[in-house]
DNA sequence: CAAAAAAGAATGAACGTTCATTTTTATTTA
DNA sequence: TAAATAAAAATGAACGTTCATTCTTTTTTG
């Protein structure tokens, strides 16, 4: 009963205050004290929901990285035809990653450093199975190039995360028809 | 004459050892008495270097970013047809991501985080441009898709970036064959 | 033997974490 | 139901450590 009973807001506003320094800052620029003040909350308070800060942002980076996943496949069904069911993907991924940016952006941070550690990553891994499963069955009815997955992932999700980068430099401003072109070259990349 | 006299072999050594310690262990677990003690130098002589910790990373950044470029560039000439260049800088940049794996991480850990500073990072993206000319000349010669440089450079040279990684971390072992698949998705991907 | 370069020891500040208390919430008792 | 008590949650201050940087001294070099 113990731990149920602690304010599930502060945890929430530990994430978001995470979230946001790290964002802001980097990781290395995110001291726990800065964290606890962003949330209004005591150092010590943030013991009390993790082990350490390891274990914070381990924790931050699961749980963001299933309400991606989540979001990703939420409308999608296996029984669509494979190139449906890849638009309809990609498109809620675009969709993630542009408009909680946020989110998007720690994932990427945390998928490019050494700031979380192995285990958690390869735990994040394993949510993209669907799009995999997908994958495998375009391979299979001759629609998708039978080149390996981390190719077809390269040249469809990643180019998204480089857009979502540019989108929050203000270097880009990525408009509908921006989502349109990239899905058009996405799509062309991998389709045989 | 004062800086010239100091060793250019202390310097590359703090170059190195900076790389190798912020790829290893993120730029928050690279404390300057290691990168000293891995460049077998005290902590004090990096001072007569680099004017703070954060400028020894930006000049890192610049060093590796340049050198990045030049073997990029090397031997890519404007006189070729666009399809003959884009090739060869691909294939150049592709070389470059996995052999020189170490600087090239470390850019890519640079250019997805708040490591380095603005105006270095700005500096950096300009080392691009002979890239960004060749595409207005397809575009131009209808033999590119005229779209913006970013979703060009979004499905040809960033995906890139993710192969590398995922050779990093063992999870794929890339050969001539990956390489030439990933070739043909980048252009399929962007040509007309 | 100067002047430059490098070293090691020393500095205050900031870090993650823990500690001793206090405040809040829940449970028991009368 | 009101008061008393126990438990849980939260706190600010304090801990030892490590950080980036500077200071003083020694070594190297032309």
């Known amino acids: 009963m113990a731990?149920?009973?602690?304010?599930?807001?502060?945890?929430?506003a530990l994430v978001k205050a995470t979230i946001e320094l790290v964002n802001n800052n980097g990781f290395h620029a995110a001291p726990i004290s800065k964290i606890a003040k962003m949330a209004n909350v005591s150092p010590a308070t943030i013991?009390?929901?993790?082990?350490?800060?390891?274990?914070?942002?381990?924790?931050?980076?699961?749980?963001?990285?299933?309400?991606?996943?989540n979001f990703a496949f939420a409308t999608y069904d296996t029984e669509m035809s494979v190139q449906e069911g890849f638009e309809m993907i990609w498109k809620r991924i675009a969709d993630f990653k542009l408009k909680e940016l946020d989110e998007a952006l720690f994932l990427s941070q945390c998928d490019n450093t050494p700031i979380i550690d192995?285990?958690?990553?390869?735990?994040?891994i394993k949510h993209l199975q669907p799009l995999l499963d997908l994958w495998n069955k375009g391979k299979n009815e001759g629609i998708i190039k039978p080149i390996s997955d981390y190719l077809l992932y390269a040249y469809t999700i990643s180019p998204l995360s480089f857009l979502m980068l540019m989108q929050q430099r203000n270097t880009l401003?990525?408009?509908?028809?921006?989502?349109?072109?990239?899905?058009?070259?996405?799509?062309?990349?991998?389709?045989l």
Chains 1, 2 share one sequence.
């Open 47 to 69: 013991y009390l929901y993790f082990d350490s800060k390891q274990d914070l942002v381990n924790k931050v980076y699961l749980e963001v990285k299933t309400a991606y996943t």
């Open 3 to 12: 731990k149920l009973q602690k304010s599930i807001d502060k945890k929430n």
């Open 173 to 191: 401003k990525i408009t509908n028809e921006t989502i349109e072109e990239a899905y058009q070259a996405a799509w062309d990349a991998i389709r």
């Open 118 to 124: 192995e285990p958690s990553r390869q735990q994040g």
